[in-house]
C-alpha cells in the first residue's frame, strides 16, 4: 500500500488477556519501528527490525512483551497478561534504509486495558 | 530522564504570531528530524537536518542544527491555526530516539 498501515486502530481489552496488534510497512522498506506513546508523552522506542538482522529488542519494556516481523514485511507486536499501564498507543513506522532517512508512521493503535 | 529535551512543553498563540521551539540534548547526533503529529494520527516528517549548522526552510517554518549537532529549533514565522499540533524532534545515532514534543496551539 501507499502508506503503513496498522491495525486495529483501537483495541480494548480486559487485564490479563493477550492482545496482537498488526503493522503493515510500505512495501520495499526494510527497516521497521515499534513505539509507544502515552498520553501527553513522546514517542518510546520499543523494538527496531532491520532486514534479516536479529531485531534490536533493547526498548521493550517487560517480557510480556514481543514482536515478530515475518518475510520481512508485517509485524506483529504481541502483549502477554496485559495489565492497566499498558494502555497507550501503539505506532509503527517504517524506512527504506536503518540511516538518516526519515520514517513513516502509520496512524497507531490505541490500546485500553480496563 | 529524555535523551532530547524539547521545550517549551506546551504553547498557545494567536493567529499571525511567530514563534520558537527548542530541542536540546548532550549527546551528537549524525541527524535530527522534526515531525507533526496530530490527534489520532502518526507523526509526519517535516525536515532532516544532517550538518551542523545547516538551516532548512519549509514555507513558514525554519529549522537549524547546532553547529556541534546536539541541538536544533524550529521557528514559525506567522503562524497559522493549521500549524497546530505536537512538535516532535528526533535524533539518530543507530537508532531514532525522540523527545516528549511541544504542543502548539495556535488561535484564529
Known amino acids: 500500500g501507499a502508506g503503513v498501515s496498522q491495525s486495529p486502530s483501537n483495541k480494548v481489552t480486559e487485564k490479563g488477556k493477550d492482545v496482537e496488534l498488526r503493522c503493515d510497512p510500505i512495501s520495499g522498506h526494510t527497516a521497521l519501528y515499534w513505539y509507544r506513546q502515552s498520553l501527553g508523552q513522546g514517542l518510546e522506542f520499543l523494538i527496531y527490525f532491520q532486514g534479516n538482522s536479529a531485531p534490536d529488542k533493547s526498548g521493550l519494556p517487560s517480557d510480556r512483551f514481543s514482536a515478530e516481523r515475518t518475510g520481512g514485511s508485517v509485524s506483529t507486536l504481541t502483549i502477554q497478561r496485559t495489565q492497566q499501564e499498558d494502555s497507550a498507543v501503539y505506532l509503527c513506522a517504517s524506512s527504506f534504509t536503518a540511516t538518516v532517512g526519515g520514517y513513516t508512521f502509520g496512524s497507531g493503535t490505541r490500546l485500553t486495558v480496563v | 530522564t529524555q535523551l532530547l529535551e524539547q521545550s517549551p512543553q506546551f504553547l498557545s498563540i494567536q493567529e499571525g504570531e511567530n514563534l520558537t521551539v527548542y530541542c536540546n540534548s548532550s549527546?551528537?547526533?549524525?541527524?535530527l528530524q522534526w515531525y507533526r503529529q496530530e490527534p489520532g494520527e502518526g507523526p509526519v516528517l517535516l525536515v532532516t537536518?544532517?550538518?551542523?549548522?545547516e538551516v532548512k526552510k519549509l514555507k513558514r517554518l525554519t529549522f537549524q542544527f547546532g553547529d556541534a549537532r546536539k541541538d536544533s529549533s524550529l521557528h514559525i514565522t506567522a503562524a497559522q491555526p493549521g500549524d497546530t499540533g505536537l512538535y516532535l524532534c528526533a535524533g539518530y545515532n543507530n537508532d531514532m530516539r525522540f523527545g516528549a514534543g511541544t504542543r502548539l496551539t495556535v488561535k484564529p
Open positions: 537536518v544532517v550538518t551542523g549548522g
Open positions: 549527546s551528537v547526533f549524525s541527524s
